[in-house]
């Protein structure tokens, strides 16, 4: 029997892909420091091509930062908040790279 190829929509090629930062990573910035993706680039966080970076909720946070990225889970932002820090979205994430 002969395979038929698959056409017509494929939802994949429209998803929006974020690079992931674990909360714990952010433990090596200093108390008060702007946390960005560009902050994060530099100390190799996050690395690769992707529509912006997300921060996951996972270890705990001990220090009081701003973080600046383009999504946040929701165990992430609450342990930033409860650590006095601030969460902030950015509006408009990057155009996503074609795979």
């Known amino acids: 029997i002969r395979r038929m190829p698959k056409r017509g929509f494929n939802n994949a090629r429209h998803a929006v892909r974020y690079l992931p930062v674990n909360l714990e990573a952010l ?10 993706e560009q902050a994060l680039r530099a100390v190799g966080l996050a690395n690769g091509r992707a529509a912006g970076v997300k921060i996951l909720g996972a270890g705990k946070l001990t220090r009081k930062l ?3 990225v383009h999504a946040f889970s929701a165990s992430a932002r609450t342990q930033i908040e409860g650590a ?15 795979p």
């Open 27 to 36: 433990n090596r910035f200093e108390d008060g420091t702007r946390v960005d």
């Open 66 to 68: 701003t973080v600046v």
């Open 84 to 98: 006095g820090g601030i969460c902030e979205v950015v509006v408009k994430p990057a155009k996503t790279p074609t």
